[in-house]
T-cell receptor
Framework: DAGVIQSPRHEVTEMGQEVTLRCKPI?????LFWYRQTMMRGLELLIY????????DSGMPEDRFSAKMPNASFSTLKIQPSEPRDSAVYFC??????????FGSGTRLTVV | SQQGEEDPQALSIQEGENATMNCSYK?????LQWYRQNSGRGLVHLIL???NEREKHSGRLRVTLDTSKKSSSLLITASRAADTASYFC??????????WGAGTKLIIKP
């Protein structure tokens, strides 16, 4: 298995633009998580899906952030409009049973 | 939110020496996990220890858990340059959520 695949690896965008981050979890994993990592705040859970259904989105900062999981093999995290304070590394992780996560390599987002 | 607190925040040792990192937490847990993150990369799951376990080994890694003190330690024996990374502990209670510490930055000097 290729692991959790995220794209793009790097994204630089101008303030106000829409940004879409993509994730392909490991086949057979029924839990998917989106995290954000910054030096100041460490790792923050944004949203958790189980069997493609959003279970907990309390970590989504505000309405500018939205996430979807249309099927078991694909998820997106969208920021619209983006702001400089959204600059961070965004990780997707999946788990077969809710224990022991496998992380993707992350998307480094820079909003200028 | 972050529950785990790792110490030290940074650790620099010579190759071949053992490295010990500690993690403390506040609430009851189902399990505690250790992850490694190389610079610019995602986190890699190293080991999971359940609340009813006291010690676990995996290769050069040894993890202990003391639930009475709400603390855990990660020992890496015979360190190698490739062990240079940040190490995070994360606790998990009865639901899915992992509560992360701020991490220990480990540098192995050749």
């Amino acid at each position: 298995d290729a692991g959790v695949i995220q794209s793009p690896r790097h994204e630089v965008t101008e303030m106000g633009q829409e940004v879409t981050l993509r994730c392909k979890p490991i086949s057979g994993h029924n839990s998917l998580f989106w995290y954000r990592q910054t030096m100041m705040r460490g790792l923050e859970l944004l949203i958790y899906f189980n069997n493609n259904v959003p279970i907990d989105d309390s970590g989504m900062p505000e309405d500018r952030f939205s996430a979807k999981m249309p099927n078991a093999s694909f998820s997106t995290l969208k920021i619209q409009p983006s702001e400089p304070r959204d600059s961070a590394v965004y990780f997707c992780a999946s788990s077969p049973d809710g224990y022991g996560y496998t992380f993707g390599s992350g998307t480094r987002l820079t909003v200028v | 939110s972050q529950q785990g607190e790792e110490d030290p925040q940074a650790l620099s040792i010579q190759e071949g020496e053992n490295a010990t990192m500690n993690c403390s937490y506040k609430t009851s847990i189902n399990n505690l996990q250790w992850y490694r993150q190389n610079s610019g990369r995602g986190l890699v799951h190293l080991i999971l220890i359940r609340s009813n376990e006291r010690e676990k080994h995996s290769g050069r890694l040894r993890v202990t858990l003391d639930t009475s003190k709400k603390s855990s330690s990660l020992l890496i024996t015979a360190s190698r340059a490739a062990d240079t990374a940040s190490y995070f502990c994360a606790t998990q209670n009865s639901n899915y959520q992992l509560i992360w510490g701020a991490g220990t930055k480990l540098i192995i000097k050749p």
